[in-house]
């Protein structure tokens, strides 16, 4: 399925969302009994729930392109050396604790590689990802990575944490 079909999609789903949740408080507002009143919020909530549940399902694919998550669930395993690491400037902050006294930032790196599959000769490639500040491999560093089957352009970091 095409990229732009998953956006009409998810587009059609937020519109829907939209259209439903207006008829639940428009019933809301005619009804004004006590009973009623809780039933529609409880439907409200769970259409809310629902709703934001699809609409991440649906947006994710548009978000990780699928040939970097074929690369990265089907990808042949192979091991790279760092030739360079540098912040692209994106960061991805997340509260980890009580209203949010633990922070995790995030930051996205790209990381220029010497590839060295089981099979064949090595070669360069770059790629992105998003690393806690902790765990970004240094120059010089050998990386575990993920290379899709059929484009060896495409490589990944593998699922484990990179060695700091």
Known sequence: MSTWKQFARALMLILGYLVVTYFVVLG????????????SAALFTILQLSATVALFLLVRPIITPRAYREAQTHGQPATANVLAVAPTGWRIRRSTGWLGAERTVRREYQLRVQVAPPAGESYEATLFAYLEDSKVPKRGANISVNVHR???????????????
């Open 28 to 39: 809301i507002s005619m009804i004004g009994t006590a009973l009623s009143v809780a039933l």
């Open 150 to 164: 059929q484009r060896p352009e495409i490589v990944v970091l593998a699922a484990e944490d990179p060695p700091a």
